[in-house]
């Protein structure tokens, strides 16, 4: 009997604990920011926290390594603004203020941080759910200030059980064909069958689960709704934290219990990738509402992420949480923006009518401008970079077919964010607004976004090293065995 | 002795059954009750493969999906509460804002 080691899991406990008091944190002290600042001090307390856990197991089924514990840092730096946003956003809508808010947003945390350490896949199901079932609740908190807020939670409850459905089914296939679901058992029987159509099957499932997650285009409808249901930090926080989680995860998955049905896995992938950036781009388009056309690009990214599967080796891996990670920047950046115009004004969320912002806000003019270029994929920006070395790594692999198609389909893509800037920039003023003043809680955040996204644009290679490396220990442990 | 493929046949049923009733029923509630046919699908699959397998492994997954069960009921009836006292909604052409 191995001797349990705590200090691997200390993350973990210290959110528990902290979610669990933030639930009642309103009977002890009257003041209405405190579960505001005592999340704060968490988050940045774990931010310094992450860095002086040892590495280990915990049980068979969960592991703190380099991998998982640097993008349990950077989900914790990505926590940290949506906290930022979401105060901002109270400042307009306080009858969102609960504590619960944050304790619900807190365990949304905790699952993805089981999520990336897990080692088995029935932790990993666990901790999926972990994950989203805070979330359903914060998508109906919408409700107080969105009547679309519980239609949205609904669907995406709906949607996330056929994926949990999916998922379980996946892992029975695998349970059946090879007997064990941990991932080092998993790695093992699958490199001495080889490829069997069942096990591929298992497989399929499981990425079907995940993909509605990750809403991939069959099943991509939950996302526009509940993005628009949902309070805008919260959106932020499915679209940025949430698919970074779950696309590092699949990575993990990929590397360590499916690696030698990599090629087949990939082959998979691409129609379902080249269908979710086309479908994305497209229906984009001919969106008024900003957060949708923001909700179907993020469709569209997902996509993007997710051809480093096609790739199929390191660098393919380590490309695709380099663009979800800066994924997960641009759109905490870009929601929360968004979140600025609509506690600005409702009407500000269409975007005929923000042509307004030229004219009265030059700073937050030029953060649109920023984004959205940097989600168009437009040098100097961030997502030029990551979709740059997607492509290069597809076409290194040979497959620069797919390649010429993933360009004329971000070229469709463009067109909305470019929308948006003519929008802004050229566009008169229809409507009288009243623009509120840009707070700290917006700046800083945003700020910090959009800091990063020009570093990762202009310098990309430490960032791009930098998940490299967190994947080489991979590469070392299969290489030479654990 | 009942043989395996009959434990796979049966949860294939259920699963779509479950599912079915899932995409073409209208009443929430009962949309929510064909959620708990597909999880207890699954508890007997997974049941019936970890008997033939003589690996306990899948018995420890059942249990855990009970409770996932219990947990997936207990979300969507409160979100079919909240939606009820609302919006006075229970069938699904009720909730429809939002266009998907």
Known sequence: MAYLNFNVIGLELLFFLIGCLLFFVKDFIKKEQAAFFLSLVTLLFALIFVFFLPFGDFTQSFRLDFFSSSMKFLMIFGGILILLLSRGYFNKYLVLNYPEYFGLLFFSLLGSFVMVSAMDLLTFYIAIELMSFPVYFLIAMGYKINKKGIEGAFKYFFLGVFSSVFFILGIAILYAYTGSFFFKDLIFVLGKKGTHWEILLGALFVIAGLSIKLSFVPFHMWAPDAYEGASLPITAFMSGIIKFSVLATLVKVMLMAFFPLRIEIGKIFLPIVLLTILGGNLMAIKQQNLVRMLAYSSIAHAGYASLGFIIADFTGYTFTVFYAFTYMIMSIGAFGLVAWLESCDKRLVEIPNLGILGKKNGLVSFLILLFMFSLAGIPPTAGFVAKFYLLLGLVKAGSWLIAVLVLLFSVIGAYPYIRVVKCVYMDKALEKVELRPFKWEFWLPIGLCSVLILLMGIYPQPFASFFYKTMFLYLSFFYFGS | ?100
């Not at chain 2, 779509?16 to 509630?29: P, Y």
């Not at chain 2, 420890?60 to 009820?84: C, D, H, P, R």
């Open chain 2, 1 to 100: 002795m009942i043989p395996f493929s009959y434990y796979v046949i049966l949860a294939i049923t259920l699963i779509f059954i479950g599912i079915f009733g899932m995409v073409f029923r209208r009443n929430l509630i009962v949309m929510c009750a064909c959620i708990e046919i597909v999880i207890n699908a699954l508890i007997v699959l997974f049941a019936a493969i970890s008997y033939f397998h003589r690996d306990t492994t899948g018995y420890i997954v059942v249990f855990f999906l009970i409770a996932m069960a219990a947990a997936e009921a207990a979300v969507g009836l409160t979100l079919i509460v909240l939606l009820y006292k609302k919006q006075r909604a229970i069938h699904s052409e009720e909730v429809s804002e939002l266009k998907g």
